[in-house]
């Protein structure tokens, strides 16, 4: 039995749709409103096993009734991110993570890149959330649709990428507007750490900073609502939407 382990239905039903290795799934006898996914993973010849609910309490508690039983993602090259959008025959769009430790908030970024059409997702080895079974389930199984690449030196990255043609921004509190930023072309947009925000060096290397306007008491956004709100952006713009 494969010792990592995906939580959920939404995670699990988008495993089993990339046919990722999935060793068995454990679904709960009381779990209702599976049957496609049952059909789904009978299909690709998975192994399932019914098991009373509290039995599935020991892998965590927002199972809702399934889990699976598989191997970690796999990581990819920064230029493999660059071939899914050439084949697409579409500029580069990427997000890369200046230091964020929280699962939750790496799989929610995950969630919304993955919705917004980007190509892929750039994550530092270190001083880094990695994708995790709590990463998947916040995800949605977004990982599944959408690769992730685990660098280094995100300096170096972003150089690289800078010399292949994309422009970088991050998002800071120091910077221009938001909605006054053109980020319609090749763009990678750097959204930084929890309490800390972007490195100064890696800062130094982005071609613009991004801010958005505060006018309450608090001065920050959690990080994945902060990138958020600019991966839309950067969606309406490449995308030509006009408000009506």
């Not at 697409?88 to 970024?109: Q, R, S, T, Y």
């Not at 998947?136 to 690769?147: F, R």
């Not at 980020?183 to 100064?200: D, I, Y």
């Amino acid at each position: 039995m494969l010792d990592y382990v995906i939580l959920g239905r939404n995670s699990v039903e988008e495993a089993v749709k990339a046919e990722r290795n999935i060793d068995k799934l454990f679904i709960a006898k009381t779990a209702k409103g599976v049957k496609k996914l049952i059909e789904n993973a009978k299909k690709t010849g998975i192994v399932i096993k019914y098991v009373d609910s509290s039995k599935l309490n020991q892998y965590g508690n927002n199972h809702q009734g399934i889990v699976a039983f598989t191997s970690p993602i796999q990581y990819v090259d920064v230029v493999d991110i660059l071939n899914v959008a050439k084949s697409k025959e579409e500029p580069p769009f990427i997000i890369l993570c200046d230091g964020i430790e929280d699962p939750h908030n790496l799989g929610a970024l995950i969630r919304t890149a993955e919705a917004a059409g980007a190509h892929g997702i750039v994550i530092p080895k270190r001083r880094s959330a990695s994708v995790t079974p709590i990463v998947e389930k916040t995800s949605a199984g977004a990982v599944n649709s959408l690769v992730v690449a685990r660098v280094s030196n995100l300096v170096s990255c972003i150089e690289y990428l800078k010399k292949m043609g994309l422009w970088i921004y991050c998002a800071d509190m120091d910077g221009q507007s938001w909605c006054e930023t053109d980020l319609s072309g090749a763009v990678g947009l750097v959204v930084g750490s929890e309490g800390f925000g972007v490195g100064n060096l890696v800062k130094q290397k982005c071609d613009g900073v991004i801010s958005l306007p505060m006018f309450g008491k608090i001065n920050s956004l959690n990080a994945s609502v902060a990138g958020g709100i600019i991966i839309y952006e950067i969606l309406r713009q490449r995308n030509n939407m006009k408000s009506k």
